[in-house]
């Protein structure tokens, strides 16, 4: 239930190293407090569990993974969805006009291009893949770090 709300539309985020940082803290604290103290019988103290024991207790994918895998979903949704609607049109076409000075803050688009960079899937083979549902159905479970093939066996 935690998660649910944590993550309540996630797969619209564009997210950033300190804000990964404060969810993966976040989770893992949570985590820790489910689980309870250990009793370590070297010291005679009762102590809060490592963050590896509690994954080790608990084998589902990171908050991170999980939101990963929401905007693979979504992604899928506006490739699927009709040119002319208004999610597709923000996607797909190019803004004009000049940009502030500065860097440009990473947006979700960015996010999503390296989500698939980090699944070895390139950027531009993204509407044949959309096209085989079962094909993205393993490349969401594979983005939620779950060791699934990206591309399913035969």
């Known amino acids: ?22 969810l993966l803290r976040f989770e893992n604290n949570t ?6 103290p250990v009793y370590d019988g070297v010291l005679n103290i009762w102590r809060r569990r490592y963050t590896r024991e509690v994954r080790d207790l608990i084998p589902m994918p990171q908050v991170t993974d999980y939101i990963r895998s929401s905007r693979l979903r979504w992604l899928v949704y506006i490739l699927r969805s009709g040119r002319d609607r208004f999610t597709s049109r923000v996607f797909t076409e190019n803004i004009v006009g000049r940009r502030p000075r500065g860097r440009p803050r990473t947006g979700w688009k960015n996010g999503v291009e390296n989500d698939l960079r980090s699944l070895d899937v390139d950027p531009d083979e993204i509407d044949m ?26």
Do not use: Y
């Open 1 to 22: 239930m935690v998660r649910a709300v944590l993550t309540f539309a996630a797969e619209t985020w564009s997210l950033n190293q300190l804000t990964e940082t404060k």
């Open 129 to 154: 893949l959309a096209a085989d549902r079962r094909v993205w159905r393993h490349l969401v479970v594979a983005a939620k770090g779950l060791n699934g093939p990206v591309v399913p066996e035969e």
């Open 31 to 36: 985590l820790k407090s489910i689980c309870g």
